[in-house]
């Protein structure tokens, strides 16, 4: 069993910053690849940032330059570091993980979803 936890959505104003978090526990013998995805009111859910199992990372191009996607294999944690936020990036944010469990089992999880509003 595993279970993903996502931290770190909140307020903030235009220009800010946030860190938005997403641990996995349990049965992780390692993450293979995560991707943090986005849905704002009204619109699909859409993926911002990709980190794939071979590696390297990638955005969309309405992040690009702004987030990164990074992780810590030790705490089987993965980040989204958002900068220059704006009204656009509104959205409730979620971690999806592909994940190898101690089963050696490959299984996605998914976040419950962290709210990031941006506003003055």
Not at 60 to 65: H, I, L
Not at 84 to 98: F, Q, V
Request: aromatic share 8%; with cysteine.
């Amino acid at each position: 069993q595993v279970q993903l936890v996502e931290s770190g959505g909140g307020l903030v104003q235009p220009g800010g910053s946030l860190r938005l978090s997403c641990a996995a526990s349990g049965s992780v013998f390692r993450i293979n690849a995560a991707g943090w995805h986005r849905q704002a009111p009204g619109k699909q859910r859409e993926l911002v940032a990709h980190m794939p199992s071979g590696g390297g990372t990638h955005y969309a191009d309405s992040v690009q330059g702004r987030f990164t996607v990074s992780r810590d294999n030790a705490k089987n944690t993965v980040y989204l570091q958002m900068n220059s936020l704006t009204p656009d990036d509104m959205a409730i944010y979620y971690c999806n993980l592909e994940i190898l469990t101690t089963s050696l089992q490959i299984i996605d999880y998914w976040g419950q979803g962290t709210q990031v509003t941006v506003s003055s």
